[in-house]
T-cell receptor
Framework: ETGVTQTPRHLVMGMTNKKSLKCEQHLGHNAMYWYKQSAKKPLELMFVYNFKEQTENNSVPSRFSPECPNSSHLFLHLHTLQPEDSALYLC????????????FGPGTRLTVL | DAKTTQPNSMESNEEEPVHLPCNHSTISGTDYIHWYRQLPSQGPEYVIHGLTSNVNNRMASLAIAEDRKSSTLILHRATLRDAAVYYCILCGFGNEKLTFGTGTRLTIIP
């Protein structure tokens, strides 16, 4: 499989649940990203990883916990979420050399009840 | 990050060229101009980028003003599949972050 894949594509969870979103890229990239896209709002960058190291945390609440075990995989662990966290969560990857062309996955549509 | 300004929406007829404008009057000398688009129910997709010279690829052309304070994405022959939100983004040298605005929603009329 090529490109950036995300699982699950849809997720419904209660506020007390713990779940994880998974992202995988088969492009040989060393940078990976999590974005959040809420209804009628621009995409917001959440986290950036370069060579498995977190290089950006855009003031994201601690109920979102990213994990990057290797350059091909990125996780977003979710716990004690709020209904306002319902959104489309997008993963992207890019090579580390300029310019920064990012390849996006299809996203996980998350609903928090 | 330098900001960009785009019209909220545009319409174009199918099989005609489309010119999507973007203003970026505060662009710095090392900012690249990127264009992405987001089709309905999909993640964004890279379209094209440039620094100073006009650029062409299989998807589109990018025309950059001589003073670099504006640019235009050109779709040479729009199809229904080109209906999407188009984002114009500046990305500075050594900066891996893309800051998305609200973009231009392009509607293609059959």
């Amino acid at each position: 499989e090529t490109g950036v894949t995300q699982t699950p594509r849809h997720l419904v969870m209660g506020m007390t649940n713990k779940k994880s979103l998974k992202c995988e890229q088969h492009l040989g990239h060393n940078a990976m990203y999590w974005y959040k896209q809420s209804a009628k709002k621009p995409l917001e960058l959440m986290f950036v990883y370069n060579f498995k190291e977190q290089t950006e945390n855009n003031s994201v609440p601690s109920r979102f916990s990213p994990e990057c075990p290797n350059s091909s995989h990125l996780f977003l662990h979710l716990h004690t979420l709020q209904p306002e966290d319902s959104a489309l969560y997008l993963c992207a990857s890019s090579p580390t050399d300029l310019p920064n062309e990012q390849f996006f996955g299809p996203g996980t549509r998350l609903t928090v009840l | 990050d330098a900001k960009t300004t785009q019209p909220n929406s545009m319409e174009s007829n199918e099989e005609e060229p489309v010119h999507l404008p973007c203003n970026h009057s505060t662009i710095s000398g090392t900012d690249y101009i990127h264009w992405y688009r987001q089709l309905p129910s999909q993640g964004p997709e890279y379209v094209i980028h440039g620094l100073t010279s006009n650029v062409n690829n299989r998807m589109a052309s990018l025309a950059i003003a001589e003073d670099r304070k504006s640019s235009t994405l050109i779709l040479h022959r729009a199809t229904l599949r080109d209906a999407a939100v188009y984002y114009c983004i500046l990305c500075g040298f050594g900066n891996e972050k893309l800051t998305f605005g609200t973009g231009t929603r392009l509607t293609i009329i059959p």
